[in-house]
């Protein structure tokens, strides 16, 4: 059974850095693409970014091109997102997901809150 | 980048209705890269139809997806009290990937 479990979350001042990490188990991580999905509180979904399967390649929304970094460790089975010069937009709850064909599976999500 | 526009932005129905959902793309969606995901309330979404008609595991068949180029459509023949959700489509053709605003179907 696949599961994906975020961390990292959590109320970080504008300018700030944050990293969050994502868990994953029950499936092949190391042969899969990864990507990270936020919601702002009660809006849609935007696609952050992705990282292919050994990390060879990845593509970020302009939002946070430069800004953010996507990384991972198939030793570990984990992803991760480095979030720098965080700002009020930022605000989501960001989600871990799995492309097997699209966006299968997601995790339940981090909260993250830029706030000073 | 490609620019879902999704709509109606709200759909009011009642249990055992047709729903029909629409996904309006600014280019040319490749390959019908184009997949749909519907979101519960505290909940993370979950795929219902990739490559715009394909069912994923486990969904059950009154929900279906069609179109191509820059139309699609969602449609859910006869609504169960579980489908009251928002849904968004979302394109994965380009190295961007991105998603309509999403439309809520809401019990009427």
């Known amino acids: 059974q696949v599961q994906l479990v975020e961390s990292g979350g959590g109320v970080v001042q504008p300018g700030r850095s944050l990293r969050l990490s994502c868990a994953a188990s029950?499936?092949?991580?190391?042969?899969?693409?990864m990507h990270w999905v936020r919601q702002a509180p009660g809006k849609g979904l935007e696609w952050v970014g992705l990282?292919?399967?050994?990390?060879?390649?990845?593509n970020y929304a302009d939002s946070v091109k430069g800004r953010f970094t996507i990384s991972r460790d198939n030793s570990k089975n984990t992803l991760y997102l480095q979030m720098n010069s965080l700002r009020a937009e930022d605000t989501a709850v960001y989600y871990c997901?799995?492309?097997?064909?699209?966006?299968?599976?997601w995790g339940q999500g981090t909260l993250v809150t830029v706030s000073s | 980048e490609i620019v879902l526009t999704q709509s109606p932005g709200t759909l009011s129905l009642s249990p055992g209705e047709r729903a029909t959902l629409s996904c309006r793309a600014s280019q040319s969606v490749s390959s019908s890269f184009l997949a749909w995901y519907q979101q519960k309330p505290g909940q993370a979404p979950r795929l219902l139809i990739y490559?715009?008609?394909s069912r994923a595991t486990g969904i059950p068949d009154r929900f279906s997806g069609s179109g191509s180029g820059t139309d699609f459509t969602l449609t859910i023949s006869r609504l169960e009290p579980e489908d009251f959700a928002v849904y968004y489509c979302q394109q994965y053709g380009s190295s961007s990937w991105t998603f309509g605003q999403g439309t809520k179907v809401e019990i009427k």
């Open positions: 997901v799995v492309q097997q064909l699209v966006l299968d599976y």
């Open positions: 490559g715009a008609s």
């Open positions: 029950g499936f092949s991580f190391s042969t899969n693409g």
């Open positions: 990282i292919w399967y050994d990390g060879s390649n990845k």
